[in-house]
């Protein structure tokens, strides 16, 4: 009797022992500073140059909050660990173990440096408010190919992201079948994203989500001096010019032609936007909500080019 109850009890001291046992220490990746290598690597890989970099670590530092436990991540390692994920479309794998982070690391920095940059859109991509401002853009349009009183062009792009589920996933799929966002943007001539919509379903028709939105209702509040440039799926309207449909004489073969050559603008900077961040051009892998907040993002950043 005395041998079973030891055997119990030897039993009950090593289950304590596996209970309580020591944990394994923590261990650290050797973490390497982004800004030791040379420049033209630098620009390769990050998508920006060194000073632009720091000028957009500055913007956002006191917006992230660094973790208080173990040694935490810098303000600066986040933001270059998010852009090498954005601008080269990076597996948060791959770019944890360039920068000595583990891949649920990278998706919380991200997602933290996305809304900290969304926080400052106002600053980076206003449409315009002051008559200065607007004369200035009138004049750059018309330099183009002499189309008058243009502020902007506006055009709808499709940011492919990852397969949704629920009742509406279908409307997500466009009609070139993949999934997709439908991202409203107006540029101006500068390349330079005036404004930016990232909500609308990717099966949602161009003409609906300006007709939704607030740059519609601010143009119809005589906000603004000049006009926008759209394509044929827009409405024609005072405030939206379209191009023409049928053409009967020389002067409206002219008047199509300097059009789409005005209208053109907003196709060149989704081309610059796509090229310098991968990840608009070759899908988001983050979830929904999150691509939402990231395009709003990438938008301030392409946008910061321009100040600096």
């Not at 923590?26 to 500073?33: C, G, L, P, T």
Request: proline share 2%.
């Amino acid at each position: 009797m005395r041998f079973y109850l030891f055997l119990i009890l030897l039993k009950f001291i090593g289950r304590l022992e596996q209970t309580f046992k020591r944990r394994r220490p923590r261990v650290y990746k050797e973490r390497v500073d982004p800004f030791s290598i040379p420049y033209h690597h630098f620009k390769a890989k990050y998508r920006f140059n060194k000073s632009t970099a720091k000028k957009i670590i500055g913007l956002i530092k006191n917006d992230i909050k660094l973790s208080k436990r173990g040694h935490g991540t810098p303000a600066e390692l986040q933001v270059m660990v998010a852009l090498r994920c954005w601008g080269r479309r990076e597996v948060q794998d791959d770019a944890g173990d360039l920068h000595g982070l583990a891949q649920p690391m990278v998706s919380r920095i991200c997602n933290r440096v996305a809304r900290a940059l969304a926080r400052h859109g106002m600053e980076y991509r206003n449409m315009l408010t002051s008559l200065e401002e607007q004369a200035v853009i009138m004049r750059d349009f018309k330099a183009i190919r002499n189309f008058p009183g243009v502020i902007g062009a506006i055009d709808g792009t499709h940011v492919k992201i990852k397969k949704t589920g629920g009742d509406l996933a279908q409307y997500y799929i466009n009609r070139k079948g993949f999934y997709s966002l439908n991202v409203q943007v107006v540029c101006d001539a500068q390349l330079k994203i005036r404004d930016i919509v990232s909500r609308w379903r990717g099966s949602t028709h161009d003409c609906r989500i300006f007709n939704e939105s607030s740059i519609k209702e601010r143009f119809e509040k005589k906000e603004f001096r000049g006009r926008l440039l759209g394509d044929s799926g827009y409405q024609l309207t005072h405030y939206l010019f379209t191009p023409l449909l049928r053409t009967n004489n020389e002067k409206e073969e002219r008047c199509n032609v300097a059009h789409i050559a005005t209208r053109n603008t907003v196709e060149r900077c989704f081309g610059v936007w796509k090229q310098r961040f991968r990840c608009v051009l070759d899908g988001m892998t983050v979830s929904l909500s999150n691509a939402k907040t990231v395009i709003v993002a990438l938008a301030v950043l392409h946008n910061i080019v321009y100040f600096y």
